[in-house]
């Protein structure tokens, strides 16, 4: 009876460390300003902000993370530039890591555009109807 107690106590605490640590999978994020106008970008995540970035047109901001084991990294930015501000989930887990480790994203004023490394395109996506959740007002 011992060891069985022993034995879940020890899967307890593998699966508590589990859900603290990274899956072990760095990513990278590479925005590029296809505005034709300065942007300013800030992201979070749950857990960290990056800050806010100027960005020349043309110019690129990149940012690399640990995903986590269980899917559930999310990183979210707030994209400014003459006049307009748009959210957009830049990197979810569970869309983004199965297309890219380096995600390489185009920002432009209809929405940003992730690159598809296996068709060599690059793929449209709409912005956030609202600010996320994480973002205070």
């Keep these: ?13 593998l699966v508590l460390f589990l859900t603290m640590c ?13 505005l034709g106008a300065e942007l300013t970008v800030h992201c979070k995540s749950g857990d960290d902000d990056l800050g806010s970035h100027v960005v020349a047109v043309q110019g690129t901001y990149e940012f690399s993370f640990g995903t986590h ?6 990183f979210f ?20 890591l199965q297309w890219c480790v380096k995600c390489k994203w185009s920002i432009r004023p209809e929405g940003p555009f992730r690159w598809n490394p296996y068709q060599k395109t690059w793929e449209p ?10 973002v205070a007002p």
């Design 77 to 96: 930015c707030n994209f400014q530039w003459s006049g307009n501000s748009h959210y957009f989930d830049i990197y979810i887990q569970d869309r983004d």
């Design 125 to 134: 996506f709409k912005w956030n109807e609202d600010h996320p959740k994480l």
């Design 69 to 74: 084991v269980f899917g559930r990294t999310l």
């Design 1 to 13: 009876m011992a060891s069985f107690i022993k034995n879940v106590f020890l899967l307890v605490i």
């Design 22 to 34: 990274d899956a072990g999978v760095d990513s990278t994020v590479t925005m590029t300003n296809d």
